[in-house]
């Protein structure tokens, strides 16, 4: 009997490790990815439009773990831990540790495109180690998909040429503007829910300082997340492997636009973001950097269902694109995959008449369910998934309020300093 195939569109953060998971299942995989490889020489370092580095938390490494040790421990080690926020006061010198945990707990700074890399380097891997078949193809953008057929066309956007492919299952993973997405209202009454804040990002490269002896250090307390918080808008950084940080401008539209010339952004940062000012290397530097980074929108997207049918089903931004004050966004694109492996998992060994909730799931093989055994997996999958993704979007728009403001109040730095002694 030949496996069932999966045709995902979409080779990001969540794309590619929903590809090593169907593929461990023993399913054939095809992912199609709009760019080109980002791990090929040439693509290094391009700037992809999000954010350079993330914060990963217990949820998205759960998922990392689940899919096998070798896998966590390769992702566990190009993470650096952030136990706390680090608060920056506007007078440039005073600065408030707040620890995430009293145990200790702590979240981690991971770099977008290193993790990208890492996962579909183990989806070749299962290309080439398992017998199943793995094709990952670049430069393909999905022009459109019908959940009824289950089939998709892609376009290469280098060599224009058309391919049709058939599946048995399609999994939208085209991020925050899916097509998918839209496809799948097509095919099936979806509720969207579509908003954009009136705040934009900018991201903005704090290099590493460099000692005496030539040698290079991190400029700030490298274990913390750094905020620099300013009441309607904020400055957040997080830590690099190569010691720089990755520093991002939260704002309103409005004083974007309201910081024309580099006269306007020294000023601008003299007065709300003084030490920061110097760390960056000062007002050119900073200038160069502001005028040339792209301004990027926030906005979130809940919708529901995800799926249609046992035909199809999206995940990650494709699904619940989120504004990213709560770190999850990611975080819970990785928990779609776990828990849509967890529920096919859960059909094949009903199938195969074994306890559901029971034993190790490390080799069950999920390729050969029916279309009926995949819709059950999938109609529980759209049971959960749209209602605990909407709730962290709630939570991401709050938090972003407690960080750009509430965390900077006299009552919250007293909280801390009592839970420190
Ligand atoms: P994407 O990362 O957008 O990947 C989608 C992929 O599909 C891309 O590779 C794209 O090229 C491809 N694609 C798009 N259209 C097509 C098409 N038509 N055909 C084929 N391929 C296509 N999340 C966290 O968990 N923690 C954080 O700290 C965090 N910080 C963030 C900071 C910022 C500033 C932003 C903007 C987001 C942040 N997020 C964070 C959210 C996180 O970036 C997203 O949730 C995550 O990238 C979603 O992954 P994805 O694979 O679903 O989508």
């Known amino acids: 009997m030949e496996p069932n195939k999966v045709i995902i569109a979409g080779g990001g953060l969540v794309g590619s490790l929903a590809g090593c998971y169907f593929a461990k299942r023993g399913w054939t995989v095809e992912v199609y990815e709009k760019r080109p490889d980002p791990r090929a020489e040439a ?14 938390s217990a949820r998205g490494l759960s998922a990392v773990e689940r899919l096998g040790p070798a896998t966590y421990s390769k992702v566990k080690s190009i993470t650096l831990p952030m136990y706390g926020r680090m608060i920056h006061d506007i007078d440039g010198k005073t600065l408030h540790g707040q620890a995430y945990s009293a145990k200790g707990e702590y979240i981690n700074s991971i770099d977008r495109g290193l993790l990208n ?5 183990q989806l070749d891997d299962h ?11 670049f ?4 022009d459109t998909c019908d959940f009824k057929t289950k089939t998709a066309r892609f376009r290469n956007q280098v060599t224009g040429e058309v391919i049709e492919t058939k599946g048995d299952l399609i999994v939208g993973a085209d991020g925050a503007y899916s097509v998918a997405r839209r496809r799948l209202q097509s095919a099936t009454r979806v509720n969207i829910e579509l908003k954009y804040i009136d705040h934009l990002y900018c991201e903005l490269e704090m290099k590493p300082k460099i000692r005496s002896d030539n040698s290079t250090d991190f ?6 997340l ?6 309607t808008f904020m400055l957040i950084a997080l830590p690099n492997l190569d010691k720089s940080f990755t520093c991002t401008l939260f704002m309103p539209l409005a004083t974007f636009e309201s910081l024309k010339t580099p006269e306007d952004l020294s000023a601008f940062f003299r007065k709300y973001f003084p030490d920061a000012l110097e760390l960056f290397g000062g007002e050119e530097t900073i200038a160069q950097e502001y005028f040339a980074n792209p301004k990027g929108d926030l906005f979130y997207v809940k919708c529901s269902p995800h799926h249609y049918k046992g035909n ?7 699904a619940h694109c989120t504004v990213p004050f709560y770190a999850q966004g990611m975080n819970c694109g990785f928990e779609d995959i776990e828990t849509l492996d967890r529920l096919l998992v859960e059909q094949a060994k009903i199938s195969q008449g074994k306890a559901a909730e029971t034993g190790d799931d490390s080799d069950i093989k999920t390729h050969n369910l029916t279309p ?5 997996a999938l109609i529980k999958y759209s049971d959960c998934r749209p209602r605990d993704s909407a709730s962290m979007i709630d939570l991401a728009l709050h938090n972003y309020v407690e960080m750009r403001n509430n965390v900077n109040k006299l009552s919250y730095k007293l909280r801390f300093m009592i839970e420190k002694k």
Do not use: F, Y
């Open 127 to 137: 290309g080439k180690t398992a017998r199943n078949n793995v094709k990952v193809v």
């Open 372 to 376: 009926e055994q995949i819709e059950a």
């Open 219 to 224: 400029a700030m307390q490298m274990d913390h």
């Open 226 to 231: 750094h905020i620099w918080p300013r009441g």
């Open 139 to 142: 430069d393909c953008i999905l």
């Open 43 to 56: 693509n290094k370092g391009s700037r992809n439009h999000k954010s350079i580095n993330l914060a990963i």
């Open 117 to 121: 890399h890492l996962l579909l380097d």
């Open 312 to 318: 199809g089903v999206i995940v990650g931004d494709a």
